[in-house]
């Protein structure tokens, strides 16, 4: 029996979102002494998650991944409901806008199977990211903002996260031969998930 495609991006989103929790527990653990705070830190490898799942699922089931994985992180980071909400819409509009502003300055969908698409869409989501979590905490959490240096700091830790999971990703997917899998994948995306 085949699962429909909404059954698949279901799916999909409850694998995806505790992976991305999990990966930042554990990216916190790796590398605590490059974190300037519970949100910044010099490598931070779950970024590339963020873009992937945008990637794969696609727009609208890639954010609500990266959205219950926040959300889940926002208790354990003494945020309350709203600021976690708030956290959580923020890290899961990051690779949406990227990709929305990469689709706009190609004039081109992404292509998996290309590199430099990849590198191109970390530099644009490193950016857009950074900017969107800053704006979003001189809103509501103005704690947050420490230093005119984490900005910058951001940017670096996302797209060192970024970049270091693209390399990851992309030697093991033509290692295994499954570029074109992931490609099937996004182009049986329904028209408004994407």
Request: a positive charge; proline letters at 4%.
């Amino acid at each position: 029996m085949r699962l429909g495609i909404h059954q698949e991006k279901i799916i999909g989103v409850a694998l995806c979102a505790p992976l991305f929790a999990a990966t930042h527990l554990a990216n916190a653990w790796l590398f605590e002494h490059l974190s300037l705070s519970n949100h910044i830190s010099w490598v931070y490898l779950p970024a590339f998650l963020r873009v992937v799942y945008v990637l794969i699922l696609g727009s609208w089931w890639g954010f609500m991944a990266i959205f219950m994985g926040s959300l889940a992180l926002g208790g354990g980071l003494d945020e309350n409901l709203f600021q976690a909400l708030m956290n959580a819409g923020a890290s899961g509009l990051g690779p949406v806008v990227a990709l929305g502003l990469f689709k706009l300055l190609k004039e081109r969908k992404l292509q998996l199977s290309r590199p430099s698409d990849l590198i191109q869409m970390c530099l644009l989501y490193a950016l857009v990211n950074a900017v969107i979590h800053h704006f979003n905490w001189a809103y509501q959490q103005p704690d947050q903002l420490m230093s005119v240096s984490q900005l910058p700091i951001m940017i670096v830790g996302d797209l060192v996260g970024a970049l270091l999971g693209a390399l990851l990703f992309t030697l093991l997917m033509r290692r295994l031969g499954l570029f074109q899998v992931l490609e099937r994948l996004a182009k049986d995306q329904p028209k408004q998930a994407s």
